[in-house]
């Protein structure tokens, strides 16, 4: 693409510069020339981009030094192995780990959700039976909302999960349970859940 300059207007000394109010005094210039060179790509030999925080990492570094993920096979939305899934409340001050193969249920239901129903009793912004989280045998992390669905719904980095529909989660995406409750999800460290 290129940007028009406007030409000089050839030698002459009594002031007029060329322009006679017409374009067919510009000259093209190539957008390189006006904006100056385009900067490198983002994954050079700098290093590789976390799958986890998206921070930069430098090459041959096995985990990300800012948010602990994996880099380079694995990563993402899978858990290595004995590693811990917890879910960071940080405005009710409440972590929660997910342990592989049992569900972690979230809402008011002191049945259904034992271990949140304490923290979100007087939040009515969740629902009785919100949502569940589960590590699956490969690693995977899922979120599900209730297929009875919610009245006021559940978020993951700001999409909205339709009623049933399972979501992959990965480290450091945002766990939204109705208007005011949200949440990290941090898979760290290589100990047991």
């Known amino acids: 693409m290129t940007a028009p300059v406007r030409g000089t207007g050839g030698d002459r000394d009594d002031g007029y510069d060329g322009y006679d109010g017409h374009d067919d005094d510009w000259e093209p210039v190539l957008d390189e020339e006006v904006r100056g060179p385009l900067p490198p790509p983002p994954d050079t030999a700098a290093g590789v981009r976390c ?34 899934v917890v879910l960071h409340f940080d ?32 939040l009515t912004t969740v629902s009785r039976r919100h949502a569940s989280v589960t590590v699956g045998p490969d690693g ?25 529909e399972r979501h992959r989660l990965r480290h450091g995406d945002r766990l939204q349970l109705g208007h005011r409750v949200a949440c990290t999800v941090r898979v760290t460290g290589d100990g047991p859940c």
């Open 51 to 84: 799958p986890g925080c998206a921070a930069l990492v430098p090459p041959g570094t096995p985990r990300c030094p800012r948010c602990l993920a994996r880099i380079g096979g694995g990563g993402g939305g899978t858990a290595p192995p004995g590693a811990r």
């Open 91 to 122: 405005t009710l001050a409440l972590s929660l780990p997910v342990r592989p193969g049992e569900p972690l249920r979230l809402g008011r239901d002191t049945d259904w959700a034992p271990a949140s129903s304490g923290a979100f009793a007087e």
């Open 140 to 164: 995977s992390v899922w979120v599900t909302e209730e297929s009875d669905g919610t009245v006021n719904g559940t978020w993951v980095n700001g999409a909205h999960l339709l009623p049933g």
